[in-house]
């Protein structure tokens, strides 16, 4: 969790919105509370506290639940 998450791959499995479940992408920005994801197609905006993310690394891939990511990123790689 203290890792940059701005350009990883990036996908959702598990959301309180049964839309958002499988939405894949790019992390293209993220704030306190939102993750910004570039699908190719366009950009969604994705609360953090709603969601489990699925984070592709070079070698493993990382499940983390949103709420564990809640703050300002700047703090939390700190």
Do not use: W, Y
């Amino acid at each position: 969790m203290r890792h940059e998450l701005t350009g990883l791959k990036i996908e959702l499995i598990s959301s309180s919105d049964p839309n958002k479940i499988g939405i894949k992408g790019t992390v293209a920005s993220e704030s306190k509370g939102i993750i910004t994801i570039d699908t190719g197609k366009e950009e969604k905006q994705i609360p953090k506290v709603e969601c489990t993310f699925r984070f592709f690394l070079e070698k493993e891939t990382v499940d983390v639940n949103g709420t564990a990511l809640i703050g300002r990123p700047e703090d939390r790689i700190k």
